[in-house]
């Protein structure tokens, strides 16, 4: 079945429940996980209030923690759990992007992520990495909702 699933999150609620799944369903079948977290690249002219405020380094610094807070809790819950997990930071100006070649570089034979579910006019302006990994990936994806 499957062997290698990745797990994208971004350490909100709903993605922590789609790692949740993810870490139990490889436990399930013997697979191993590999957990990715996709940080934003700074950039001078923006209207992120975070990116605003802080300098390249203070911005680069902050992510940085955030990024090994997300992925330490990853690896916790793979290890209680048993499951062997390899947990992965990259930088990207689309998540979508970085998700694919990472299932892709890995040799991921699944991907496990949530959808935030939105509908209607915000679901066309803000659009969705779930749905942008679903239209431009050729492995397979459970979305988790």
Do not use: W
């Not at 990715?36 to 700074?42: C, D, E, M, S």
């Not at 605003?52 to 911005?59: C, K, L, M, N, S």
């Not at 949530?114 to 969705?128: D, E, F, K, V, Y």
């Amino acid at each position: 079945m499957y062997s290698n699933i990745l797990i994208p999150t971004d350490g909100s609620e709903l993605a922590g429940k789609a790692l949740q799944h993810g870490i139990a369903l490889a436990k399930r079948i013997g697979a191993k996980a590999s957990v990715l977290t996709v940080l934003p690249p700074f950039h001078t002219l923006t209207t992120d209030v975070r990116m605003i405020e802080d300098t390249p380094a203070q911005y680069k610094a902050r992510m940085q923690k955030r990024a090994e807070i997300t992925l330490g809790a990853a690896a916790a819950t793979a290890q209680d759990a048993g499951v062997v997990c390899a947990t992965i930071q990259v930088e990207d100006e689309h998540p979508y992007q970085a998700i694919i070649k990472t299932a892709e570089s890995k040799g991921c034979d699944l991907i496990v992520m949530a959808s935030h579910g939105r509908h209607g006019i915000s679901a066309i302006l803000l659009g969705s990495e779930t749905v942008k990994v679903l239209t431009h990936c050729k492995i397979p994806v459970l979305v988790h909702r």
